[in-house]
């Protein structure tokens, strides 16, 4: 049985994305399989260097950066929804594969959840 | 047909949403179905339907009492995330102690608890079913 | 690229309005032996004639009802008890 959260909101303009994170974590902690997918404007959590002091946010660079350490088995981004907001490889974070097909994606898991 | 164990978890919140609404209405039938419900969790903005100072208009439902009477009635463990509730501002007398707070306000029988217990139903509950926002 | 799993029926929620990006993404990822429930927000796609809906598509009654949508007859409407009856049957289920 594995879980996979998608993130389709942008970061910074909810918390959705974050919680989303913490969801993932906590399957992880619990050592159950788990992993992220991001498509649509979700994609945009995946852009290098993101600097959210001045809004007073914090980063997830590190966290998404930390998430193999924690156990989540794979961070997914949809390649059309990069390829939207301009995101090529070398401007995602490390450590995120990209998908193709998302029906794909979600029949390999038996649970399929957004965090809101 | 065979009972089955649901655990339900509402994201989104009371008067932003229509989450709290539809989840009731679900619960409602899903034990007239006979099925179970072992665990109720509020999460993200879904957290807001705890609240015990929630004061609609007279003529307008209350939906964290109506929610609250239906949990008690029943018996059902219904959970709120403590890092949606704390961000919140949906606090419990633990809570209001540790952080030295002015008030709490988690309605009864509401209880603040991790993660984990929404893991624990993805592991052990035959359904989970999620009640979001819808804007 | 073939599918790696056998497609397994899916119930998908849906309480997005249509235009709702999460919309599009579920009516994307609707196959052939899957289920999609309108409730909510969703039901107002009965009136949207730039909507086309799979075969295999229900409306929540009470949300139809509530915005004034019963003269639209695109899907068929389901209760409450047939929405339970349908998560029983189905042991996979997205809530969008």
């Given at each position: 049985?594995?879980?996979?959260i998608?993130?389709?909101?942008p970061?910074y303009?909810?918390?959705?994305?974050?919680?989303?994170l913490d969801m993932?974590?906590?399957?992880?902690a619990?050592?159950?399989?788990?992993a992220?997918l991001?498509?649509?404007?979700?994609v945009?959590?995946l852009?290098?260097q993101?600097a959210?002091?001045?809004i007073g946010?914090?980063s997830?660079e590190?966290?998404?950066?930390?998430?193999p350490m924690?156990?989540?088995?794979?961070?997914?981004?949809?390649?059309?929804?990069?390829e939207?907001?301009?995101?090529?490889?070398e401007?995602l974070?490390?450590?995120v594969?990209l998908?193709?097909?998302l029906?794909?994606?979600?029949?390999?898991?038996?649970n399929?959840?957004f965090a809101? | 047909m065979t009972?089955?164990?649901y655990t339900?978890?509402?994201?989104?919140?009371p008067w932003s949403?229509q989450?709290?609404?539809?989840?009731?209405?679900?619960?409602?039938?899903?034990?007239v179905?006979?099925?179970?419900i072992d665990?109720?969790?509020?999460y993200?903005?879904?957290?807001l339907?705890?609240?015990?100072l929630?004061?609609?208009?007279s003529?307008e439902?209350?939906w964290?009492k109506?929610?609250?009477?239906f949990?008690?009635d029943n018996?059902?463990?219904a959970?709120v995330?403590?890092?949606s509730?704390?961000?919140?501002?949906i606090?419990?007398?633990?809570?209001q102690a540790r952080y030295?707070?002015?008030g709490?306000?988690l309605?009864?029988?509401?209880?603040?608890?991790?993660?984990g217990e929404?893991v624990?139903?993805?592991?052990?509950?035959?359904?989970?079913?999620y009640?979001?926002?819808s804007? | 690229m073939t599918?790696?799993?056998?497609a397994?029926p899916?119930?998908h929620i849906?309480?997005?309005p249509?235009?709702h990006?999460?919309?599009e993404?579920c009516?994307?990822?609707i196959?052939d032996?899957d289920?999609?429930?309108?409730?909510?927000n969703?039901v107002l796609?009965?009136?949207?004639?730039s909507?086309?809906?799979?075969a295999?598509?229900k409306?929540m009654?009470?949300?139809?009802?509530a915005r004034?949508?019963n003269?639209?007859?695109?899907?068929g409407?389901i209760?409450?008890?047939?929405?339970?009856r349908?998560?029983a049957k189905?042991?996979?289920?997205?809530s969008w």
């Open positions: 049985m594995s879980t996979l998608i993130v389709d909101q970061p303009g909810t918390w959705a994305g974050r919680e989303a993932v974590f906590s399957l992880a619990f050592d159950q399989p788990a992220l991001f498509t649509g404007a979700g945009n959590w852009r290098k993101q959210p002091d001045a946010q914090k997830v590190k966290n998404l950066s930390a998430a924690f156990g989540v088995e794979e961070i997914l981004a949809d390649t059309a929804s990069c939207r907001f301009g995101l090529g490889p401007q974070v490390s450590g594969t998908a193709e097909n029906q794909d994606v979600m029949n390999a898991h038996s399929v959840a809101g | 009972p089955l164990s339900l978890v509402i994201t989104g919140a949403s989450a709290p609404q539809s989840a009731l209405a679900f619960a409602r039938e899903l034990l179905a006979g099925h179970r665990r109720v969790f509020l993200g903005e879904g957290v339907l705890a609240s015990a929630a004061t609609p208009p003529d439902v209350n964290p109506q929610w609250a009477g949990l008690a018996a059902i463990p959970t995330c403590i890092a509730a704390l961000r919140r501002g606090i419990d007398d633990t809570e030295e707070l002015p709490n306000n309605l009864e029988p509401f209880g603040i608890a991790g993660l929404w624990e139903g993805n592991v052990k509950s035959d359904r989970v079913i009640f979001h926002g804007n | 599918s790696t799993q056998p397994n899916t119930l849906l309480n997005k249509p235009g990006p999460r919309f993404t009516l994307q990822a196959q032996c289920q999609l429930v309108l409730t909510e969703a796609a009965l009136a949207d004639r909507v086309t809906l799979p295999a598509c409306a009654k009470a949300d139809v009802d004034a949508l003269e639209q007859t695109r899907t409407t209760d409450y008890a047939e929405l339970v349908l998560t189905h042991s996979r289920i997205i």
